[in-house]
């Protein structure tokens, strides 16, 4: 894993690390060829001219990619969701289902 990526999983509380580290194994077995960096403060998944970040921050978790175009489809299907302009809200605890984590990823 990528230094930055490391230490920015290992400044997290135990419960939200173990969520990211969830969320992180998804990308990696999803995004195989994927090149992991920091990008805004957060942990990015690169494949060609994408890209999806997991955001971690006080009060929620997200999972972010660079526009809203990538989200429609998500934000149909997915109602209920609460998302941003390119991003989904995953409440307090990162929660949210692997089904849904993967068909965003």
Not at 29 to 54: C, F, K, N, Q, S
Not at 60 to 66: A, P, Q
């Amino acid at each position: 894993m990528n230094p930055e990526v490391e230490a920015c999983f290992s400044a997290l509380r135990p419960r939200r690390k173990a969520r990211m580290n969830e969320l992180q194994g998804l990308k990696v077995e999803l995004l195989p060829g994927a090149i992991v960096d920091m990008h805004y403060r957060m942990p990015t998944y690169r494949v060609g001219d994408g890209r999806i970040a997991i955001a971690s921050q006080k009060n929620f978790g997200s999972l972010c990619t660079c526009g809203y175009h990538h989200i429609e489809a998500f934000r149909a299907n997915h109602p209920r969701i609460e998302t941003g302009r390119g991003c989904n809200n995953l409440g307090a605890s990162i929660s949210g289902t692997e089904t849904t984590c993967r068909s965003r990823i």
